[in-house]
């Protein structure tokens, strides 16, 4: 005799309960009832019970399988109040239909990096007018009256520096390099004439078309060493942007020259002045 049907603990989970219709388990489960003495039904006693998703034997023809009851329902919840509804967001303007216009970039400028200036003439006047300003310095060195300078180191050495003739003696030597610092002054004129020539020079190359001129600001080496420095590097810079610029370099080099040889020749005559001067104060 088969075991009837109704709800039995589940063999797969003991935490619940599964409808046996009589012949075999369904798929119908439901949590356990909380055990208790009055409620918990006893369970059928059965030779062999059908495990789960195995097939019970067959029921004799005739009879019915009852219909498995439907399941406990669970209690209603109380229904939540519905929130107030809000207030939508206002409606936006669409993107426009072709899209966004593009917006590119612009190219980045191109780098020169040829001559900025083929065949530009370099020979301005500034240049030449330069490099004589900077020569005229020489000349001073004629312009100092050593003869005075000597008489006067004779008379210093001759005399006692407490007499009319010493105190006469002291005044021209003081007078003498008054005249030397003038001089001096005058040669920093001409340097600075030299800067000033520089500079108008560059300007220049500019508006002839030189993108990058030797920067006129290596002329105030002058004040210290030689406006060379700025005539050299005008000329590699000139050569490079124009082709040409080697005039102004040449003509410097001349000068150069030619204040040597005026050294020389002033060497010579000073020389000549001094052994006068000292033969005189000798025999005086």
């Known amino acids: 005799m088969s075991t009837p049907a109704g ?14 219709d009589g012949s075999r388990w369904t798929e119908h489960t439901t949590d356990a009832p909380a055990a208790t ?46 929130y107030p509804s809000s207030g939508g ?9 072709g899209g966004y216009p593009s917006q590119g970039y612009a190219a980045a400028p191109a780098v020169a990096t040829g001559p900025s200036a083929p065949g530009a003439n370099t020979n301005t006047l500034w240049i030449y007018l330069c490099i004589v300003a900077s020569t005229l310095p020489v000349f001073t060195l004629f312009f100092i009256d050593w003869n005075g300078y000597v008489d006067a180191l004779v008379s210093m050495e001759s005399v006692s520096p407490n007499s009319a003739a010493g105190s006469e003696a002291v005044a021209a ?25 520089a500079y108008l020079d560059w300007r220049e190359l500019k508006k002839r078309g030189v993108a990058r001129p030797f920067h006129w600001a290596f002329a105030f080496i002058a004040l210290a060493l030689s406006i060379g420095v700025y005539i050299i590097g005008r000329t590699v810079v000139l050569k490079r942007e124009t ?15 030619l204040s040597i040889l005026i050294g020389v020749f002033w060497f010579m005559w000073f020389w000549q002045q001094m052994v006068s001067a000292l033969s005189l104060s000798v025999t005086s």
């Open 7 to 20: 709800w039995y603990p589940d063999p797969a989970d003991a935490s619940r309960t599964r409808w046996w």
């Open 37 to 82: 003495a009055s409620s918990t039904p006893a369970t059928p006693v059965a030779p062999e019970r059908p495990r789960f998703g195995e097939y019970a034997p067959v029921a004799e023809p005739g009879g019915a399988a009852p219909a498995a009851p439907a399941a406990p329902a669970a209690p209603p919840y109380a229904s939540t109040p519905a």
């Open 89 to 97: 967001y206002p409606s936006q303007g669409g993107y426009p239909q």
């Open 173 to 197: 030597m003081l007078q003498w390099t008054g005249g030397v610092l003038g001089l001096s002054l005058l040669s920093y004129v001409f340097l600075a004439a030299s800067i000033v020539f």
């Open 243 to 257: 082709g040409s610029g080697m005039a102004a370099l040449w003509a410097w080099i001349g000068s150069i020259v």
